[in-house]
């Protein structure tokens, strides 16, 4: 008998299970730890969990709050970060900050409309813009329905945004409780807001 006719095990044992779940794990724990260590790596210069929010005054472009609800009809409406934390409704605020000219902003803004709850506020903060209509015509074309504000170069500076898309997580005191920048998915946002 040559040594080419010795039996090979078969692909469906279940030692070759058991390796092939393993190697499967194994890449599934770097993908995570790749993917944590590059989210860690862009929010670096982000403020930091811990810390508090700087205060607000912006101009709302569009907005589901009762002061808000006519903000269309009245471009003067502003809402402060007072109006921002709303402890007895809203335990947990998402701030989501865009760009009208951002790519990876108009594939994972839609996905905003599925987070906003009872326990979450969803609010979008327009940066880098030159026009209103240019943040309208945006905010149209990807179908967000929550609520939009008109932020500047200051508030980019306060919040420390260096790119789109940039967000925080923060509770009803306005301390922030995760930050991160980049494409994430509406999962992914839901999870970073229950921890």
Not at 73 to 80: D, E, F, I, K, R
Not at 162 to 174: A, E, F, K, L, R
Request: hydrophobic residues 35%; proline residues 7%.
């Amino acid at each position: 008998m040559s040594s080419n006719d010795s039996p090979k095990p078969s692909e469906s044992s279940p030692r070759s299970a058991r390796s092939k779940w393993l190697r499967r794990a194994a890449e599934l724990l770097l993908f995570v730890l790749l993917f944590s260590a590059l989210s860690h790596w862009l929010s670096r210069h982000m403020l930091h969990a811990g810390s508090y929010a700087p205060s607000l005054q912006l101009p709302i472009l569009q907005g589901n709050q009762p002061d808000a609800a006519n903000s269309s009809q009245n471009p003067g409406s502003y809402l402060t970060s007072g109006d921002l934390n709303w402890p007895a409704a809203h335990p947990r605020t998402l701030v989501y900050f865009f760009a009208p000219w951002c790519s990876i902003c108009r594939v994972s803004m839609p996905g905003l409309n599925l987070l906003g709850s009872e326990d979450l506020r969803v609010v979008a903060v327009a940066l880098d813009w030159e026009t209103r209509q240019e943040v309208e015509t945006f905010i149209h074309s990807v179908g967000f329905t929550g609520e939009v504000l008109l932020g500047n170069k200051n508030t980019a500076e306060q919040y420390q945004v260096q790119g789109y898309p940039s967000y925080y997580v923060m509770d009803n005191n306005g301390e922030i409780l995760h930050q991160d920048r980049g494409l994430s998915t509406p999962p992914g946002l839901w999870l970073r807001t229950q921890l």
